[in-house]
C-alpha cells in the first residue's frame, strides 16, 4: 500500500504501549486494522540542551498489520535496541516518538542512485552484511550521499577495504516513507483529552 501515511495517533499508540509498562494507560482506539506496511520506529531523548538525540530505532521491512507491528516495534525500540540503554519512567517526559512508514521500494542502478532528503538506502553486502538508513537521516546529519554510504557500509559491519571493486558489488535498494512525530506533551495532552 504505497499510499499510507504515517499519523499522529500511531505516535500516540507507540507511547501508550510503552507507557503501560510503567503505569495504567487508557486503551487507544486507533484503526488500523487493514493497514499494512514496512515501518521504523524511531524513539529521541531530549539532552540537557533540549535537542533530541537517537535512543532507540527499529522496524520492518516486511509489510505486515500495523495495529500488532506498531506496539510492537515501538516496545522492541524503547527497550530493546542494543545499541542504548532501555528507556526508564524517568525518560518518558524527554522522548519524542516518530513513525515512519515506507514505501515505493525499487532497486537502485548504484550505490549513490538516490536523493538525499528523499528516498532511504538499504545496502547488503555479500555474503552477509546489510544496513538501512531511513530517508531522514542523511539529511539531518548534513552527509552527502558518499558520506552516508560510508557511515551505512561501516554500520553493515563492514570493517575491509572500501575501493570500487568493493563498491561494485553492494546492492543497494531505495526507498521513500511517511514520518509523522509527536512529543511526550502532545501524547499527554491527547490522552488527557480522551479522560475529559
Known amino acids: 500500500?504505497?499510499?499510507?501515511?504515517?499519523?499522529?495517533?500511531?505516535?500516540?499508540?507507540?507511547f501508550n504501549e510503552i507507557t503501560k509498562k510503567f503505569q495504567k494507560v487508557p486503551k487507544l482506539e486507533v484503526d488500523l486494522k487493514k493497514m499494512s506496511a514496512p515501518l521504523f520506529v524511531t524513539w529521541e531523548k531530549k539532552n540537557r540542551k533540549n535537542e533530541y538525540r537517537l535512543q532507540g530505532c527499529i522496524g520492518t521491512f516486511q509489510s505486515?498489520?500495523?495495529?500488532?507491528?506498531?506496539?510492537?516495534?515501538?516496545?522492541?525500540?524503547?527497550?530493546?535496541d542494543s545499541r542504548f540503554d532501555p528507556v526508564q519512567k524517568r525518560d518518558l517526559v524527554?522522548?519524542?516518538?516518530?513513525?515512519?512508514?515506507?514505501?515505493?521500494?525499487?532497486?537502485?542502478?548504484?550505490?549513490?542512485d538516490w536523493e538525499v532528503?528523499?528516498?532511504?538506502?538499504?545496502?547488503?553486502?555479500?555474503?552477509?552484511?546489510?544496513?538501512?538508513?531511513?530517508?531522514?537521516?542523511?539529511?539531518?546529519?548534513?552527509?552527502?550521499?558518499?558520506?552516508?554510504?560510508?557511515?551505512?557500509?561501516?554500520?553493515?559491519?563492514?570493517?575491509?577495504?572500501?575501493?570500487?571493486?568493493?563498491?561494485?558489488?553492494?546492492?543497494?535498494?531505495?526507498?521513500q516513507s511517511s514520518v509523522c512525530n509527536c512529543t511526550w506533551d502532545e501524547y499527554n495532552e491527547y490522552i488527557q483529552n480522551l479522560e475529559k
Not at 500500500?1 to 507507540?14: D, Q, S
Not at 519524542?96 to 549513490?112: D, H
Not at 553486502?125 to 538508513?133: D, G, L, R
Open 1 to 14: 500500500m504505497t499510499n499510507l501515511e504515517a499519523t499522529k495517533e500511531m505516535c500516540y499508540l507507540c
Open 64 to 80: 505486515s498489520n500495523l495495529s500488532s507491528q506498531l506496539p510492537k516495534y515501538a516496545k522492541t525500540s524503547a527497550f530493546d
Open 94 to 112: 524527554n522522548l519524542q516518538c516518530t513513525v515512519s512508514v515506507l514505501t515505493n521500494f525499487e532497486a537502485a542502478s548504484s550505490p549513490t
Open 117 to 175: 532528503g528523499k528516498h532511504g538506502i538499504e545496502i547488503n553486502i555479500p555474503p552477509y552484511y546489510s544496513a538501512t538508513f531511513l530517508p531522514e537521516v542523511a539529511e539531518e546529519q548534513n552527509w552527502d550521499k558518499e558520506t552516508t554510504l560510508l557511515h551505512l557500509i561501516r554500520k553493515s559491519g563492514y570493517r575491509g577495504k572500501i575501493d570500487n571493486e568493493f563498491m561494485s558489488t553492494i546492492k543497494t535498494k531505495r526507498y
